[in-house]
Nanobody, 124 residues
Framework: QVQLAESGGGLVQAGGSLKLSCAAS????????MGWFRQFPGKEREFVAT????????RYADSVKGRFTISRDNAKNTVYLQMNSLKPEDTAVYYC?????????????????WGQGTQVTVSS
């Protein structure tokens, strides 16, 4: 089992950057594929990015491709989401999630563990 805790959210102006972190507790972090999702008010949680356990492969939603970068440091049990060129439509609660049986999964229902979320607000 793994516990996840996101940090790094906040208020930023359009065009700015934020870096989210997700710290994991528990064993064998490197065996978990990690994902970032976001949720707009009244909407379903949607896929943002995912990275394999070793960090060698990534996948992004079209809406963030070229602006966001997912990475991980398995020695620190942490996954990151670097967000550049932020837009007001990126405003959402961002969640990290973990699963260990798939490959670059974008379906939120296949993730087993979730953090509590961190709010990102982009002002225009």
């Amino acid at each position: 089992q793994v516990q996840l805790a996101e940090s790094g959210g906040g208020l930023v102006q359009a065009g700015g950057s934020l870096k989210l972190s997700c710290a994991a507790s528990g064993r064998a972090f490197g065996t978990y594929n990690m994902g970032w999702f976001r949720q707009f008010p009244g909407k379903e949680r949607e896929f943002v990015a995912t990275i394999t356990g070793g960090g060698g492969s990534t996948r992004y939603a079209d809406s963030v491709k070229g602006r966001f970068t997912i990475s991980r440091d398995n020695a620190k049990n942490t996954v990151y989401l670097q967000m550049n060129s932020l837009k007001p439509e990126d405003t959402a609660v961002y969640y990290c999630a973990a699963e260990k049986t798939g490959w670059l999964i974008i379906d939120k229902d296949q993730y087993d563990y979730w953090g509590q979320g961190t709010q990102v607000t982009v002002s225009s």
